[in-house]
């Protein structure tokens, strides 16, 4: 057996142990909740960046139901020209991202997070969005706004998810802060947070297509460089996980 193939096959089982990680641990060593060590913040602070005002009441944008939503879903991955609103956005983080409830060391949103923790936070990259420039935005959880962070080399960061913008006017991406779900359950933490990046992309495609937008997850991606071009340490924050928004052809 080849080196390349024997690494290989270990990456694989270690990768599938944190699919089913082994719960009594957690009563033979305490995680750091259980030692009195103080608790992760439950999202970013303000950055002091210009801070966009998305729409909060954007129930009004669309009737479609439930059901509807479900069984006409699926992944679009050519979009037209046509750019998205700023009530379109409010909507789409106001379904996939809004935090509603929160004290020091715990929060609700609109999707399910391991004990509360809440690991992720979203941003996103505008490419063509009405009356907004071209850039990363991080969204604040608590107020419902966007905060912008910085322009960045759109032809850069497409190269770095292997050209999937693909006309899309949105990228929305989520970033994992391991060391929020750790705090509280140590190892079994991982396979959480990645559960908890597929709760909140599926609210982004009932969002989307509730309002006949289209949506398309993406899971490949250069790590290392799109952490490096969105300013991660790619350690203690990286992403995650991404999905394209756009109207569709």
């Known amino acids: 057996m080849n080196k390349t193939k024997h690494n290989m096959e270990e990456v694989i089982q270690n990768n599938r142990e944190s699919l089913r990680p082994n719960w009594t641990i957690l009563k033979e060593i305490l995680p750091d909740?259980?030692?009195?060590?103080?608790?992760?913040?439950?999202?970013?602070?303000?950055?002091?960046?210009?801070?966009?005002?998305?729409?909060?009441?954007?129930?009004?944008?669309?009737?479609k139901t439930l059901q509807q939503c479900i069984q006409s879903r699926k992944?679009?991955?050519q979009y037209s020209e046509k750019p998205i609103t700023i009530a379109e956005l409010s909507y789409l983080f106001f379904q996939s991202a809004k935090i509603h409830e929160f004290t020091d060391n715990w929060s609700k949103c609109v999707f399910p997070?391991?004990?509360?923790?809440?690991?992720?936070?979203?941003?996103?990259?505008?490419?063509?969005?009405?009356n907004l420039e071209n850039g990363l935005y991080r969204y604040l959880p608590e107020q419902g706004n966007l905060e912008y962070i910085k322009p960045i080399d759109l032809e850069e960061f497409n190269r770095s998810i292997h050209r999937q913008l693909r006309g899309s006017g949105a990228t929305f991406l989520w970033t994992a802060i391991p060391y929020r779900t750790e705090y509280k359950y140590l190892h079994t933490a991982h396979k959480m947070i990645a559960m908890e990046a597929g709760h909140a992309c599926q609210n982004l495609y009932l969002a989307s297509e509730a309002l006949t937008l289209g949506c398309c997850a993406i899971g490949s991606y250069q790590q290392s460089t799109i952490d490096?071009?969105?300013?991660?340490?790619?350690?203690?924050?990286?992403?995650?996980?991404?999905?394209?928004?756009?109207?569709?052809?």
């Open 228 to 249: 490096q071009l969105l300013g991660f340490d790619g350690e203690d924050e990286f992403v995650i996980y991404l999905a394209t928004v756009g109207h569709k052809q």
């Open 113 to 130: 997070t391991p004990g509360a923790t809440h690991s992720l936070e979203a941003y996103v990259v505008v490419t063509n969005v009405e």
């Open 75 to 77: 992944s679009i991955r």
């Open 33 to 63: 909740n259980k030692q009195g060590k103080p608790n992760p913040q439950i999202f970013k602070p303000y950055a002091n960046g210009t801070i966009i005002e998305l729409e909060q009441n954007v129930s009004y944008l669309s009737d």
